[in-house]
Structure formats: C-alpha cells, structure tokens
C-alpha cells in the first residue's frame, strides 16, 4: 500500500504566532457553522469502475459523509472519467466527493514546457539545478493552474484538496523568472552567495535561520506572496464554476517547537493569511504507525503522543470544526489495523474537540459499517 506523501505532514506542538501579511480577503459564502468532516480517504481507488461503485456503496450507511480519492496524473492531465464516476458513485451513495489535486508537482507538463521548471540550489556544488516543480513566477503556469483547477470544479466535486506540493522549499524559486521579478522588486540582483552560502545541513529540517543571509529572506517573502496570490486564484476561479466547492490546505510544521521563521523559511507557508482565507478545512495527519516506529516507543506512548499531538494542532484554530485529522486505518501492505487500535487512535483525535477524522482505507480491507459509525458519531450527536 502506498500513503499519499499528504497524509505525512507531521504536527507536533505549535509554539508561534506569525505576522499576518496584509491581503485582500477571498470572498466566499460563510464558513461559520460547518459541521465537521467525516470522511473516506480511499488510498487506492479501483481503475474498474464497477470496483469503485462496489466500494463506494459499501460504505453508503457507514456513517461518513465524505469519499477522498487523489486521481492519477498524466500527459493527458487527471482521469476524467475516474473522477466523475467518482462522483456519481459517492453521490449515489449519499455522499459528497473530495478529490486531491497537485499544484507544483504537475511534472507532467514539463515535457511540453520546459520552460515552466522551478530551479533549486544544490548545497553540494553550489550550483542550480532542475526541481522537477511548476515555477509560480511564470504567469502562464498560474494560468493554468487556475483553469486547471475550475475544469475540475466543473465535474461537480464537492471539494478540492490541495496537495501535500503547495509549498515552496528553502532552496527552491530559484527560475530566471523568479530572479529577474526579484530584480524589479528589489532594485539589485538576487545573489545566491549572500542567500544561501552559509547553509551547511543536507535536509531542509537540520537548517537554522541564522544560516540564511538577506538575500534569502527577501525571496522568500516573495514566495509566501506567490502562494497566498495562487490560493486567491484557483480559490475564485474554481468557485466561479462551483460556488459551493469546499477546499482543504496540508499546512507544513515538522517539528516540536517550530518557529515562525523556521516555517517562513523552509516552506514558504503564512499560517495566519491562510487562516484568513476562505479555506474550508485544514488537512493534519497523524500516521500513528510510522510515528512508533521512527520514535521508537511502545504503544502506550504512542497514544499519548497521538493524543498530545491532536490537542495542540486543534488549538491552533478557533474553529476544531476546520481541522481534519487523517487517521491510519491499514498498514503498509494494505492490511486493516486492529480495530481496537484505530479506536485507540480516533478517540484521541476526537478528545481534541468536535474536528474532522478521515479514516485512511483501502478497497480490500473493508471496515464494518458499525465500527465506522462508532468512529464518526460526533460528540454532539
């Protein structure tokens, strides 16, 4: 089985509290009031389309509300098919479909454009090099992903989430578009000795904020600025179609005590300007499993790290109701866990307040439609 690198945001406690940068609001109906997630994340739909209605009505009174599939991506661009059927099957079912969609990582484009790469600096040579991402600097990549985005809106989706790819890294942005709008901004030319000559980590995460010189912190105020005018965009554009499309944003915060800085600098992200948009949920994972083995603690413990790590991130929102946790449902090869141990699990995330939970499923390991109920019953019910 294969996790969506989505669901490996890893939160931890959040102890910062960022300067919102001034924007203007994007305008959408009133968020307030909206109940909770309960959702479906089908980790691997079926490319057989009776496969896929089979799942989906499987689960049609198991409590959920939400089905979440992340389609494939080619030259051709997403399966159209797969998501209107998608669609069909969960509306059928009395549900509402959620897709994931990629921003940066569309590399399937890069064959018939070039031109639309991002550069990074590699620490070892010192030199520039491909990244393999869409570069947001060139307007004719924010162009399509806006109309990319509203295609999809026109399949009568009923949410978006944008993937784990809407980010910018601290050695990434570094295109000739990117520099040549650094020039106009700033009056001098961008200078990769001043911005990044003192890094000495291989990893992003092992990088401290002093390392990063001036010149940095200036393009990486660009780059927030990119990603907050990108969200606005595909937010409108994608609402024209559809006005009541939900979506959902994967913040990026790996580690415990995370400054505003550290965030600002290795993922380009503003917590406070998303937190002012019109985004519906936001997306936090806790893959339990992956989270004992990398620490290397026993079970107990890992629940009450589960339990740690909900409390905090849900504090970090005045609506729990916006917050999603995404739990481990099966292991790696696809296999459901104990059911005892994702009870464990969701009554930790659901001690956290009246938040959303995403159940991570897989089309051959069905859960029993009265154990999901039990899961998503709400609090309040």
């Given amino acids: 089985m294969r996790y969506s690198p989505l669901l490996y945001c ?16 994007i305008l959408h109906e009133s968020l307030a009031g909206q109940p909770s997630l309960r959702a479906l994340y089908l980790l691997t739909p079926p490319s057989d389309y009776k496969a896929l209605e089979d799942v989906v009505m499987s689960y049609k009174n198991s409590g959920a509300d939400t089905i979440i599939i992340r389609p494939a991506m080619t030259a051709r661009g997403i399966d159209k098919v797969l998501v209107t059927k998608a669609v069909f099957f969960a509306h059928k079912a009395g549900m509402k479909l959620f897709v994931i969609l990629p921003t940066r990582n569309s590399s399937f484009l890069l064959d018939s454009h070039p031109d639309w790469e991002d550069m990074r600096y590699d620490v070892k040579s010192g030199r520039l090099e491909p990244t393999g991402k869409l570069d947001l600097f060139n307007p004719y ?5 806006s109309d990319f985005f509203r295609d999809v809106a026109g399949y009568s989706v009923d949410g978006i989430l944008l993937a784990e790819d809407f980010d910018y890294g601290d050695i990434e942005g570094l295109s000739d578009m990117a520099r040549s709008r650094y020039k106009q901004k700033y009056g001098s030319a961008f200078s990769l000795r001043r911005a990044l000559g003192n890094i000495k980590g291989d990893r992003t995460e092992d990088r401290q ?17 990119m990603l907050l005018v990108l969200l606005k965009n595909i937010m409108q554009s994608a609402r024209a179609v559809n006005k009541h499309l939900k979506f959902g944003l994967t913040l990026h915060v790996p580690g415990l005590f995370v400054k505003e800085k550290e965030v600002l600098a290795w993922y380009s992200h503003d917590v ?22 990398e620490q290397d603690i026993n079970y107990k413990k890992t629940v009450e790290m589960v339990s740690r790590l909900a409390v905090s991130s849900s504090s970090l929102l005045s609506d729990p109701a916006k917050v999603v946790f995404a739990v481990q449902a099966v292991d790696v090869a696809g296999k459901a866990l104990p059911l005892s141990e994702i009870e464990d699990v969701s009554t930790q995330v659901k001690n956290a307040g009246e938040t959303g939970i995403a159940l991570m499923i897989e089309s051959g390991s069905l859960l029993p439609g009265e154990f999901t109920n039990k899961i998503f019953k709400r609090q309040a019910d």
């Fill in 209 to 225: 904020p002093e390392e990063y010189g001036e010149d940095f912190w200036k393009l990486a105020e660009m780059k927030k600025s």
């Fill in 141 to 145: 990549v924010t162009v399509f992903l």
């Fill in 10 to 25: 890893l939160f931890t406690v959040f102890f910062w509290s960022f300067s919102a940068t001034p924007s203007s609001p």
């Fill in 272 to 293: 406070e300007a998303f937190k002012k948009s019109d985004i519906n949920y936001f997306w936090l994972a806790i893959p339990h499993r992956n989270l004992r083995a």
